[in-house]
């Protein structure tokens, strides 16, 4: 099955830190660019942080310093969050667009979320 599989979601009181994890199944070759987006209740989805392929980073401005997105290999992906705010809270999600896969060309995949709630 081609899917990318989120982790490491779950309650967390403001100030401290979360490690998410995006591992790619074995129907995925590799990764190459990478987003985590995230959806807080009644919102739209953002994008909070991305990799390319190359390494090249970006990250949303309410993040920024906080946040760091990294790749273990080309099938795993980590967003560590530090300094957790209420308004973090959300389902996150990781996206690989033109993910390359064994049996179906280039995909476009995202995984299925994980919740991520600041709170004391």
């Known amino acids: 099955q081609v899917q990318l599989v989120e982790s490491g979601g779950g309650l967390v009181q403001p100030g401290g830190s979360l490690r998410l994890s995006c591992a790619a199944s074995?129907?995925?070759?590799?990764?190459?660019?990478v987003g985590w987006y995230r959806q807080a209740p009644g919102k739209e989805r953002e994008l909070v942080a991305d990799i390319t392929r190359g390494g090249i980073i970006s990250y949303a401005n309410s993040v920024k310093g906080r946040f760091t997105i990294s790749r273990d290999n080309a099938k795993l992906v980590y967003l560590q969050m530090n300094s957790l705010k209420p308004e973090d809270t959300a389902v996150y999600y990781c996206n690989a667009p033109g993910a390359t896969t064994w049996s179906y060309g280039d995909l476009d995949v995202w995984g299925q979320g994980t919740l991520v709630t600041v709170s004391s």
């Open positions: 074995r129907s995925i070759l590799r990764i190459n660019a």
